[in-house]
């Protein structure tokens, strides 16, 4: 019996998982079909019940949802409890499980890149709640996290939840400083380079072993990218994270592999 997935948010338009996951379950010979739906956040409560009466199997679950879809949820996974949000929602028997993938994903992207996380430095741009889940993430394989935002209250509150946690965690003004000599990774996470402007500074004297991170991939190599290339780093877009968080999605709802390869071809083209 063909099983039914979708991905729910608003705007919704522009996503690129029905392609990458249509794609994957062609590659993989499981018959399936994943939509998209575009649902404003006063009717996230019918949408949800809709779903579960047409059987679908799982739907991802993307901005403005994210920690609004908690409320309709009957079980989380104990990463998505910590996350205090949910990307992707498994019908099981009845029941509807919250999951996150997004900072699992993340981490799965920039793996190979790293010489390892145990005891290295992460600075995060941002504080927002694409930051959250990758901080967690990245503090959970032990890196030290460091976060910068424009609103200093922000970066500080995201900092103290993470030392509540256990985790070592640290905050500063958006701005260039002593971290630029001690990252490992540096993770762009504002909006910024979402409308292609300027970063607000530069990246000049940033050690050139870090490896840096835009999480946008339009443009595929924002000015921020740029400007990291040109510092001689080693520098990843968005579309790690995206694929990953989809694989993670697929394992959660399918079980065993997803099909890597055949899900970041579809989405490469398409970019
Ligand atoms: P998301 O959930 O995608 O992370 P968000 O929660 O709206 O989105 O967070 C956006 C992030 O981009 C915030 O950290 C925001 O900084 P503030 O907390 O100070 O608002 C950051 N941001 C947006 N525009 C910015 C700009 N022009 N300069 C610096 N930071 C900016």
Not at 161 to 169: K, N
Not at 222 to 239: I, R, S, V, Y
């Amino acid at each position: 019996m063909e099983k039914h997935f979708a991905v729910i948010g608003d705007p919704i338009a522009h996503s690129l998982s029905p392609l990458m996951h249509n794609s994957g379950y062609r590659s993989a010979g499981i018959e399936a079909e994943y939509q998209r739906f575009q649902i404003p956040a006063h009717a996230l409560g019918e949408a949800v019940q809709g779903l579960k009466a047409l059987g679908y199997a799982g739907w991802n679950v993307t901005i403005p949802h994210k920690e609004s879809i908690l409320a309709f949820l009957d079980d989380l996974t104990p990463y998505a409890q910590k996350a205090g949000a949910v990307n992707t929602v498994k019908a099981d028997q009845g029941k509807l499980i919250g999951h996150n993938t997004d900072g699992l994903g993340f981490v799965r992207s920039v793996e190979g890149l790293l010489a390892g996380f145990d005891g290295r430095r992460a600075v995060i741009l941002g504080s927002g709640g694409a930051a959250k889940g990758i901080c967690l993430a990245l503090a959970e394989r032990g890196m030290k996290i460091h976060i910068l935002n424009r609103t200093l209250d922000k970066a500080r509150e995201l900092s103290e939840t993470l030392g509540q946690r256990g985790y070592e965690a640290t905050y500063g003004e958006l701005k260039p400083g002593e971290w630029m000599k001690e990252a490992d990774l540096l993770v762009q996470t504002t909006s910024v380079g979402l409308k292609n402007e300027p970063f607000p500074f530069s990246l000049k004297g940033i050690r050139p072993q870090a490896v840096v991170v835009d999480i946008i991939f339009r443009p595929r190599v924002t000015p921020f990218l740029k400007d990291a290339e040109a510092q001689g780093c080693q520098t990843l877009n968005g579309l790690g994270m995206l694929l990953y968080q989809g694989a993670l999605a697929w394992e959660f709802w399918l079980g065993g592999q997803a099909p890597v390869d055949a899900m970041r071809k579809a989405l490469f083209v398409s970019i």
